[in-house]
């Protein structure tokens, strides 16, 4: 057998064996108890001095964090650990605030209503709309 047969069988097994793991894997589906469903926080970012209206550009660009609300408890999936945390009634009126210091952060229950969301971070302000 000369190298171009040995290399096109060669070829032609691989391919063969590729088809058939991947039809192997599509035969079992993925079960939704499988699959974690994360909604986070749909967030916005603003400067947290807004006297200065040009602020300087970051180096890099800014990631807005990834939280997810569930009942009182929010999950940090990007670290906020040393930022502070607040929240802000319909009368822009501070009505809680922390340091957030591990992954998870379980607010007060005895708080109800719509509030934003305000975790800052330095000079910028991860804000949204949150209902408790």
Known sequence: MNKNNFFSLTMLVLMITTLFCTRANAVEPISPSMIQQVSYLHLQVRYV???????????NPIQIPEIDLDDY????????????????????????????????????????????????????????????
């Open 49 to 59: 001095d807004p006297t200065i209206s040009n602020p300087p550009l970051p180096r």
């Open 73 to 132: 408890t929010l999950t940090f999936y990007t670290s906020c650990l040393g930022s502070t945390l607040r929240l802000v009634n319909a009368e822009d009126e501070v009505v809680y605030t922390t340091v957030i210091t591990s992954d998870t952060l379980v607010l007060p229950s005895s708080m109800e209503g719509e509030y934003e969301l305000q975790i800052i971070q330095g000079e910028w302000c991860f804000y949204g709309e949150i209902e408790l």
